[in-house]
């Protein structure tokens, strides 16, 4: 099993489905708590390195198929389904959680 596959997993079964949490109210902070999880179960990313400043391409050297990698927990993350727009320009990790928080507020 690939490192995507089990984080994938492992995120589906420890985080849920973040628009659910959404009716009791989520914090950006409560997100980025998330995304911290899904860096580090799907690529293996100390959660110490990841702050909304950290840069996804440069600083935890992420490359294009990570990022595609990284859209496709996201969307598992919400439940809703992510244009490629949404995730275009995206470049740090705080970008993810502007994105995360504009999908669960459609």
Do not use: Y
């Amino acid at each position: 099993m690939t490192v995507a596959r089990e984080g994938k997993e492992q995120c589906q079964s420890r985080l849920g489905c973040m628009s659910a949490i959404m009716e009791t109210g989520i914090s950006d902070e409560d997100i980025l708590l998330r995304l911290k999880d899904v860096l580090h179960d799907t690529f293996e990313i100390d959660p110490a390195r990841v702050s909304q400043e950290t840069h996804l391409f440069t600083d935890l050297e992420l490359d294009s198929i990570d990022a595609v990698d990284l859209a496709i927990q996201v969307q598992d993350m919400t439940g809703m389904r992510i244009k490629p727009e949404d995730f275009k320009n995206v470049r740090t990790v705080g970008d993810v959680v502007t994105t995360v928080r504009a999908l669960l507020t459609r």
